[in-house]
């Protein structure tokens, strides 16, 4: 780099640390610092590729997001690559980001993700790769068929395991599964890239095409991890009654051979898993000898992971057995903070509620929103998108059932599931033999709802149409006497959006659309790993009021505050709705439609 490349540089540079009031202020003889709002980045797109990616990199997702950028001109290419490549980017910028480049390049979105794909590191860019993947294969058919030399390239290659499988999802997309199969086993290690592919294609007919080929190979005692989690991706009246004992047998003699230390892993887990499901549908007999022999094989271990951007946990059942230690194993899959908090029957309203109001101060093992209270049985840390954490402990010993919830504000009353602690767990298991029950997830679209939209909806019904807005609105919303005041009152929001329906609709869907500054999150780092999000109520010269829940409102010193943020997110997940009928969401929106013609109250201020 020569002298005048150096001096772009160091100039850039310093005007993207002013624009985006990045330095902090220290004031003379006092030491403090405070850290200024974070405003709209200045980057020099018209500089060397170097210098352009430096300025890019330095900037955080939210300053990135309000980059100006034009989907038809070249110079905005490395602001949306930098976007189809950050991980914890919201889905929605990735799609905008394949659309613009592939306009800008003149390819088309497979090339373009494919390219990604390629490219990334997935250490370096943990998460995006999985995001990237079920891009690939939402693309259409025949634009994926067009790319099929690129995708064959990039499946049997030598790249990561991450980015192949989306390779061999996309083939499974558009190739029958004999000759997807037939070319992964011309490929070293291809086969077992493929299996852990297949739960990544989102047509079950094609999944469970691979069926015959799945069994085959786990009864032989090959992939067998790799197979379960295949099979598992496979609807469950696909497969063959006279196969499931002999897979059941492959599964077991499979986790025999895994080493005790490993037991607790991923691969036996998803073996004992599968196997369980299994032990469900075989005779009653039969089924107790599977669970016995997997049950005298370690510790119990429960697997929980929320549901991206639906603010949900996977699982809303465990059965567990009074006394016996169990392992829980969570996963926050979503790009919120969330923890696990097990607290006594009939206690969750209680729980919730203090965990409302209480500041996000860490405990003694620095747990937030975790109330003191001896109802709270077991609780997590608060986890960041991303994050693992294992938690031993003893089931309790009375039989009952057990609520579990996520603490942060606003989640209590949409995540949680029990924990059904039995007498006998064998014994229970070979009455109810439930198969543990998971959320239905549907992704509702604006086009999934043109005819009804265009009808009244105030024929709905009115007592459920209530209970749903009480379930899953009025914690963050107020409509009329009811809710509470944290997200935008729903009083006069027809009228706010001119009586388009459609674009209150819209709104729901996607909560990001449009922020009001009054709604807008922003986070705040006050060191130690302590950061706090929420809504500004009211700032000075020396504090900053803000609004962390419901029913929790905390003001900061500037002088403790090292970094701050705003949000091109909000607060509100996309999604929320994916998990209701569609009678449901019309019910809702009837009942919100019938309340809007009142006048809201004042804002806070």
Known sequence: ????????????????????????????????KTVTKVEKPIVFLDKSPAIVKFQIGRLSNEQLLLVDREPSHPKFAPVYDAILSRAKMPAKFRVEAVAALAKIRKTDEPTEILAALGRLDPEKSPGVLPELAALLVAQKSETLKKNQPSIESLAGGDGPDSARQAAFAALAVIQPA??????????????????????????????????????????????APACARALASIPKDAWPAGELQPIADALLAAAKKTPEAQRTQNDFLDLRQLAQNLATRLPKENGMAVRKSFAALGVNVLRLRTVYEQMFFDKTLFVVEAGKPIELIFEN???????????????????????????????????????????????????????????????????????????????????????????????YLATAAPEV?????????????????????????????????????????????????????????????????????????????????????????LGDELSISGLILLEDATTVTVQTGPNAVQK??????????????????????????????????????????????????
């Open 1 to 32: 780099m020569n002298l005048r490349s150096v001096f772009c540089l160091a100039t850039a540079l310093v005007t993207v640390a002013a624009a985006t009031n990045l330095s902090a202020q220290h004031h003379e003889g006092h030491g403090e």
């Open 178 to 223: 004999d000759i997807v199969w037939t070319f992964a086993q011309n490929k070293p290690g291809a086969v077992n890239v493929l299996l852990n592919a297949l739960p990544l294609v989102p047509d079950a007919t094609k999944r469970a095409a691979f069926f015959p080929k799945i069994t085959t190979l786990l009864k032989a005692g090959t992939e």
């Open 333 to 427: 899959t979503d790009a919120m903070q969330h923890n696990w908090v097990l607290v006594a029957p009939d206690a969750v309203e209680e729980i919730g509620a203090a965990a409302e109001k209480m500041q996000p101060t860490p405990d003694a093992q620095g747990r937030v929103h975790v109330p003191v209270s001896p109802k709270v049985l077991q609780a997590t840390k608060m986890l960041n998108s991303g994050d693992i954490v294992r938690l031993r402990f003893i089931a309790p010993a009375k039989p009952d059932k057990y609520p579990y919830i996520c603490s942060y504000p606003g989640h209590a009353l949409r995540m949680r599931g029990t924990l059904l602690v039995v007498p006998d767990l064998e014994q």
């Open 437 to 525: 029950p998971e959320p239905t997830i549907t992704e509702w679209k604006l086009a999934d709802f043109a005819a009804d939209l265009s009808k009244s909806l105030s024929v709905r019904n009115a007592t459920k149409s209530k209970e749903l807005f009480t379930a899953n609105c009025a914690t963050c919303h107020q409509l009329g006497k009811e809710g509470a005041e944290f997200g935008p009152n729903l009083a006069g929001v027809l009228a706010k959006y001119k009586g388009d329906r459609k674009a209150v609709f819209e709104q729901i869907l996607d909560p990001s659309k449009n922020i009001e500054e009054r709604y807008r999150n922003h986070s705040f780092e």
């Open 556 to 605: 900061l010193k500037k002088s403790e505050i090292k970094s701050r943020r705003s949000s091109t997110v909000s607060l509100m997940p996309a999604g929320l709705l994916n998990i209701f009928s569609k009678e449901q969401i019309l019910d809702l929106l009837g009942y919100i439609e019938s309340g809007s013609s009142a006048q809201p109250k004042s804002s806070k201020k």
